[in-house]
């Protein structure tokens, strides 16, 4: 069984910071590519930013410049520094990973709990 765990979000004035981790746990074989997304209050789940298995990232315009995604292999850990925080940034905040639980079997998608950011003055 995988778990991804997030952490690091919490209440932040505008302006301000967070840097949000996701650890994945389990039976694990491989993990390809990471990402984030989020769901803001009403609005549907849209991706932030993805780093592959080789570190090439891509952020969503919304974010892109503000925000940092890494991973650290060794410890199954996917970061998101978030910089420069804005109202608008108010959500919960998912990891997603691509994960193998064996050579044999197909990749498949897992997902965090969830942790939730809130941006306000």
């Known amino acids: 069984q995988v778990q991804l765990v997030e952490s690091g979000g919490g209440s932040v004035q505008p302006g301000g910071s967070l840097r949000l981790s996701c650890a994945a746990s389990?039976?694990?074989?491989?993990?390809?590519?990471r990402s984030w997304f989020r769901r803001a209050p009403g609005k549907q789940r849209e991706v932030v930013a993805g780093?592959?298995?080789?570190?090439?990232?891509s952020y969503a315009d919304s974010v892109k410049g503000r925000c940092t995604t890494s991973r650290d292999n060794a410890k199954n850990t996917v970061y998101l520094q978030m910089n420069s925080l804005k109202p608008e940034d108010t959500a919960v905040y998912y990891c997603?990973?691509?994960?193998?639980?064996?050579?044999?079997?197909?990749?498949?998608?897992?997902w965090g709990q969830g942790t939730r950011v809130t941006v306000s003055s």
């Open positions: 780093v592959t298995r080789v570190g090439s990232t």
């Open positions: 997603n990973a691509h994960i193998r639980t064996t050579p044999a079997l197909l990749e498949y998608d897992y």
């Open positions: 389990g039976s694990i074989f491989s993990i390809n590519s």
